[in-house]
Every structure is written in C-alpha cells, then in structure tokens.
C-alpha cells in the first residue's frame, strides 16, 4: 500500500528553525518526485516546490524560493521541508504529495502537517 | 505569472448538475493537462479529474471534466450532484517552466 505519512504538528516561536518530513513507503521512492503545498487557515492550496529523489533535483515555486528548503534522504525514502527562521506568516499546513513523468497528476497526498507560529 | 481563475462560490440542489470554470491567464490552457482535486473539510485533497477529462478509479463517473480552447479554460461538471459531492474543489495545471499552480478554489454547496 502506497502512504505518504508526515511528521506531527509542531509549534514554533518566530525566528525559530523548523524541518517537518513526509515518510514514503509501498513504492520506489526514487521513481516519483515529491511535491510541498501550502495551505494557509481557510485559503487555498499553493504549490511551493519539487524535489526528484534520485538526483536531489529541486524547483521552487518563485513565491517561495530563498524562503524555504527541499531536501530529501533516500536512504530513508523521506522527504523534508525546512525552514531557518519561521515566521507568524508560515502559521499553515502543509501536505506532501507524489507524482511522476508519466503521472500528470498527485496521486497521493499525506495527511499534512500544521505548523503553527506564534509568540 | 501564470494563473489559474476559479469562482469562489458555486451552489446547487441535490441531483442537478453543476459546472465549475477555471480560466487561465495567459498561453492556451490546451498545452498543459488540468486536474480536479477535491477537499473536503480537515482532510487532504484527492483527485477527481486528471489530463483534462480522465477519472481515476474509484470517481464516479458523474464526474467529468473538459477543456473549451476558445474561453482559455477548464471546467469540472458534477452531475446527479450529493450532499457529500459538497467541497471544496481546485483546478490545477503547469506553467511554462513545468511548475504546477493551482487555482484558488471553489466552493461547492449542495443545499
């Protein structure tokens, strides 16, 4: 059974680091990349970026290049977003989600996880 | 910047049939496949519709969807609509650098 699972929800001050991670498993982890949308309280979906697992190969939405950082550990077949000082404004959850070349589409999702900024 | 244009709103009794539009904002919509996701309160999204007008199985086919070059858009139609068909519904495609965007929702009432 394919399952993308992500790390708990976490509370952070402003200015703080963050890394949440999203665990795939019952696939080739290599063989799909692993996309980051944002969904801020009551707002849509955003897209923030790729990364292809095999060669660590990333592209970022422009919104959010040089303010976040995708990365992934095959080895562990996780995947992680990674923030070096949080803001109020990054108070959101945040879902993985898996595609390939020839999958147009997020077949699987995670179950998101929320982060929440707040002094 | 490419974007994708939904309504914020749509509404409809049980068993009719409503349509959702999403307008792209420059280029042909025709050059990149569209998708459908749908959400539903305090869950992840899934998808409904994928490459324009394909349902992944397990969506019903009263579900389906299609792209009107003339209008530069994309349109999900729900038809024999169900109180739980209520959601809320993104369409979603790619810009020229193969970044997938997302339009900003829309949400589906069935009163």
């Known amino acids: 059974e394919v399952q993308l699972v992500q790390s708990g929800a976490e509370v952070k001050k402003p200015g703080e680091s963050l890394r949440i991670s999203c665990k795939g498993s019952g696939y080739s982890f290599t063989s799909y990349w692993i996309s980051w949308v944002r969904q801020m309280p009551g707002k849509g979906l955003e897209w923030m970026g790729r990364?292809?697992?095999?060669?660590?190969?990333?592209n970022y939405s422009p919104s959010f290049q040089g303010h976040v950082t995708i990365s992934a550990d095959k080895s562990i077949s996780t995947a992680y977003l990674q923030w070096s000082s949080l803001k109020a404004s990054d108070t959101a959850m945040y879902y993985c989600?898996?595609?390939?070349?020839?999958?147009?589409?997020?077949?699987?999702w995670g179950q998101g996880t929320l982060v929440t900024v707040s002094s | 910047n490419f974007m994708l244009t939904q309504p914020h709103s749509v509404s409809e009794s049980p068993g009719k049939t409503v349509t959702i539009s999403c307008t792209g904002s420059s280029g042909s919509i025709a050059s990149n496949y569209v998708q459908w996701y749908q959400q539903r309160p305090g869950s992840a999204p899934t998808t409904v519709i994928y490459?324009?007008?394909?349902?992944p199985s397990g969506v019903p086919d009263r579900f389906s969807g299609s792209i009107d070059s003339s209008s530069n858009s994309a349109s999900l139609t729900i038809s024999g609509l169900k109180t739980e068909d209520e959601a809320d519904y993104y369409c979603q495609s790619y810009d020229s650098s193969n970044r997938e965007v997302f339009g900003g929702g829309t949400k589906l009432t069935v009163l």
């Open positions: 990364i292809d697992p095999s060669d660590s190969y990333t």
């Open positions: 490459e324009d007008n394909q349902r």
């Open positions: 989600a898996r595609r390939s070349v020839d999958i147009t589409y997020f077949d699987y």
